[in-house]
Structure formats: C-alpha cells, structure tokens
C-alpha cells in the first residue's frame, strides 16, 4: 500500500517534470523546425505579409534542384574530410596525452589543467591573424592539411582535459593486475583503460567533429577556392550583398533549401551532442 501511495504522489511530478523537459525540447528545436518548413514554401509564401506556419504547396523539388544548381556535395565533401581528419588528429594525440596526465604525478598538474582548460577562452578570431601569417609561411594556404590542423589544434585542449579526467576514474590497482597477468601498459591501456573511458573518447569525437564541421573563420581565411570550401563558407557563396536573390527561379527555393541542406547535418549532430555528454559524465559521475 505504501508503494502505491508513493506511486500516487510522484505520479504528477513525474508528468510535470515530462512536461517541462518536452517544452524545453520544442524551445530549442522550433527554429530548425521553422527552416525545414521554410525551405519548403515558394518565394510569395515567404514574404508575404500574412505569415503562415505551413506552406500551401509543400516544393519538395527544391532539394531535388540545389543538388543540380550548387556544389553542395562538393562543400559536403570538403567538410567531411577536414572534420574526420582532424577528429582522428585530436585523438590519436588526446588519449596518450590525457593518460600521461591522469597516472603522471608531477608537480603542476593541476596547474597544468587549469591552462589547457583556459586555452579554449581564445577565439579563433583574435588569433586569425598569427594564424594567417604562420600557414602562409609554411605555404598551406588554401590547402585541407593545414585547416586540419589548425581545427585540431583548437579541439585537442578541451579532449586532453575532457579524457584526462575519465581515465582518472580507472584504478591504478587493475591495470596493474593486468600488467601481473602478463600486459604491457600498452595492452593495459588497450583492453582496461580505453573501454571504461569509452563515454568519454565518444563525447571528444562529437564535440570535436561538430566544432569543426560548423567552424567559419579560420576557413574563411586560410580557403580561397570554391572548389575547397566546407559547407559552411559554402553556402555564404549564395547571399548577396543584402539579400538571397530569390526572385531568380528555381535558385529562389534552391538556395534556401541549400541552407537547411547545409545546416542540417550540424543541426542534427548538436541534437545528438547533449545526450551523448550527459551519458558520457552520468557514466563518470557513477564510476
């Protein structure tokens, strides 16, 4: 009877609690709603002076067009490879760096967190200048290796403080029983270490593949050709000086529908991000 009593009760503040999480959900989602449903409707249902919140003549040739208009899959395609490229960067230097600081015991390490945290208050845009200069010293301009690393050099600080503190979380005591049963530390880090911190290295791929496929100014600066953009300075390339030339049949629906096509996969990712983090530290938070 007790249990059904405490049922009863926590019944209304579980609905209460699902209810604000779903307003929530639909706070932060109504504007990619709105841009899907906008790159739907023709140029008149836009601009006209009576919103409506559905088009009347749902276009759906419009992502049928910007594929035949626009090089979409070729900003697509650039995307893709500097963000895998520099997420594989991030962690094939994160990991070994995150367990040197998790088992080292040195003096400053927590000094030595502090700064690697403090590092990601710079934005790329006061740095774009030493940045510009240092890459067209090299000749990496308007090259794909050299915006790699430049975007993993942004996202390794806050993977190297994200793993560090995972892999603080294994016992020492179990790799080393590993080590006694006949492990390296290589092979203790391998089978023991790696799969406790999997939420974490999981939560580093997200965070940096999102960074760096929504990242604008370096981009902008260090690519010079078309044919070598990412979706994000790509899809600048349709605006105008004032406006989207929409009046310009079928590129009026085609560009916008380049824009939801272009932000969607970012969208969709920053969808998935918050879930998986807040798996990734409930994970630690328990260990």
């Known amino acids: 009877m007790n249990t059904a009593v405490k049922e009863s009760k926590s019944t209304p503040k579980r609905i209460a609690t699902m209810f604000s999480a779903y307003l929530i959900a639909w706070f932060f989602l109504y504007p990619y709603i709105n841009m899907f449903v906008s790159s739907l409707k023709p140029h008149d249902e836009i601009y006209a002076e009576q919103v409506t919140h559905l088009p009347k003549n749902w276009m759906w040739s419009n992502y049928i067009n910007v594929w035949k208009e626009y090089p979409i899959a070729g900003f697509m395609k650039s995307s893709l490879i500097v963000a895998i490229f520099a997420t594989l960067i991030v962690l094939l ?23 690697v945290l403090a590092t990601q208050m ?7 200048i030493g940045i510009f200069r240092e890459v067209k010293f090299f000749n990496g301009l308007n090259t794909y290796i050299a915006l790699i690393i430049v975007n993993a050099g942004f996202n390794l600080a806050f ?13 020492q005591e179990i790799e080393e029983s590993a080590m006694i049963d006949g492990c390296n530390r290589l092979q203790a880090l391998r089978r023991i270490t790696l799969p406790v911190a999997l939420p974490g290295i999981v939560t580093a791929i997200i965070f940096t ?57 970012a969208a969709g990712d920053m969808v998935i991000l918050p879930e998986t983090a807040f798996t990734a530290f409930s994970f630690q938070t328990e260990r």
């Open 209 to 265: 593949f999102v960074a760096t496929w929504n990242e604008f100014t370096v981009a902008l600066t260090l690519m010079s050709t078309i044919d070598k953009y990412p979706i994000s300075i790509g899809i600048t390339t349709f605006i105008g000086q004032y406006d989207i030339a929409w009046e310009d049949p079928p590129a009026n629906r085609a560009k916008v529908s380049a824009l939801v096509a272009g932000a969607a996969p």
């Open 159 to 171: 993977s190297v403080w994200l793993l560090s503190g995972f892999f603080s979380t294994v016992p």
């Open 93 to 115: 230097v994160s990991i070994p760096a995150a367990y040197y600081v998790a088992r080292a015991k040195f003096k400053g390490r927590g000094v030595f967190l502090l700064l």
């Open 122 to 128: 710079f934005s790329p845009t006061a740095l774009i």
